[in-house]
């Protein structure tokens, strides 16, 4: 089980790839012959089960393209206030 | 954004700030005006105050931030926002009021609305991007520009004999006895932009607890301007820039001291 997860909203992408070069796990790439709609090549993930949900993408983005989910420290807690 | 299932165990830890509209920016790709207004959106919804926030647009490439932060904003003349800023505050001295300015905009046309509005204690915040050059008319040397740096300006480079030396705001500001709080960070990775946005957050709380004027300013980048990739714009600025302009605080009274410390 993957220990985090980033959606990827496309469209927001410039593909910059300052979130490639700061990934800990090197699972971000920019696309390959595919485009948004701004025409850039959006960033994605290579490797969905290695993300740790560090949120490093997010943090430094400057188009707000992530949204990170992490595995909760204790889920025995956290299901008992869900 | 297709859906998708989010396991039942993942908390969100990260998500796009109600603070900011849901509008593509103009910015370059890489451009960090875009983690600079993100830190603010952040910083404004952890402090519960976006609906009572005013923000003040400069004239330069964040001309536009009123369509991109979401709450009530100003546009300001060319180096005017401190002047804007200076009102709205002291008509509403219950909303938060920030002015958001390049270094054409704040230490060139604007330089005596920031001093002065510093000067009388105003208790805004302002949130200088120091990009080392005037990004939105095309690349001129800015009153911040390095010494030896090539603009369309200075094609050979500033000569400081002719040109003058770079202009150290913070240090200039942070001497008036305005000033409460008044710090240089820099977006250049992630670490320098999370230290970037406690300094943001600090710099709101200062104002929300009425203890006067506030400012960061932000060393940013320019990419399209200094012709450089995203990331090279990141290396350089990390590189040359840092060394000028030094990181830290240049002003932090007692009692500003004391709330970040949370006595
Ligand atoms: C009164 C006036 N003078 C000059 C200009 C032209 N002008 C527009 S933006 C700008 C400089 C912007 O540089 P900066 O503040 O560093 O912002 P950046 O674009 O780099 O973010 C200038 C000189 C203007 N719009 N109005
Ligand atoms: S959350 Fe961390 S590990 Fe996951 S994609 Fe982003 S930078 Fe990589
Ligand atoms: S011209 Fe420079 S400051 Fe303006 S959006 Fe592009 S990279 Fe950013």
């Not at chain 1, 090549?41 to 989910?69: K, L, N």
Request: charged letters at 20%.
């Amino acid at each position: 089980m993957a220990k985090g997860m980033v959606l990827i909203n496309e469209d927001r992408c410039k593909g910059c790839g300052l979130c490639v070069s700061v990934c800990p796990v090197h699972i971000l790439r920019l696309a390959d012959g595919r485009f948004n709609a701004k025409g850039y090549r959006p960033v994605e993930v290579t490797d969905p089960e290695a993300c740790t949900g560090c949120a490093m993408c997010a943090t430094i983005c400057p188009d707000v393209v992530f949204t990170v989910y992490r595995q909760r420290r204790k889920p025995k807690q956290a299901a008992a206030t869900a | 954004m297709a859906t998708v299932e989010i396991p039942a165990d993942m908390e969100l830890v990260y998500k796009y700030p109600e603070s900011l509209t849901e509008a593509h920016t103009h910015y370059c790709p890489g451009c960090t005006h875009g983690v600079i207004h993100r830190l603010i959106a952040e910083v404004l919804d952890e402090l519960g105050v976006r609906e009572r926030t005013i923000g003040i647009a400069p004239v330069g490439c964040s001309v536009l931030a009123y369509y991109y932060f979401n709450m009530d904003f100003a546009e300001a003349a060319h180096g005017r926002a401190p002047a804007m800023a200076t009102g709205l505050k002291r008509v509403s001295p219950d909303k938060v009021v920030f002015t958001y300015q390049g270094d054409g905009d704040l230490a060139a046309i604007g330089t005596a609305e920031i001093i002065h509005a510093v000067n009388r204690g105003e208790l805004f915040t302002t949130i200088f991007v120091n990009n080392a050059i005037y990004g939105m008319t095309g690349g001129q040397m800015a009153p911040t520009t390095l010494p030896g740096q090539v603009t369309t300006s200075s094609p050979y480079g500033r000569d400081v004999e002719t040109a003058g030396f770079p202009i150290h705001m913070a240090e200039l500001v942070g001497q008036l006895p305005g000033a409460a709080y008044v710090t240089r960070q820099a977006v250049l990775d992630v670490p320098g932009i999370r230290r970037t946005k406690k300094a943001i957050k600090l710099a709101f709380q200062t104002q929300l607890a009425g203890l006067g004027f506030s400012m960061v300013e932000v060393l940013s980048t320019c990419g399209t301007n200094w012709h450089m990739g995203p990331l090279e714009a990141l290396e350089w600025a990390k590189e040359h820039m840092v060394e000028y302009f030094p990181l830290g605080d240049t002003k932090m009274t007692d009692r500003v001291r004391a709330l970040k410390e949370g006595k």
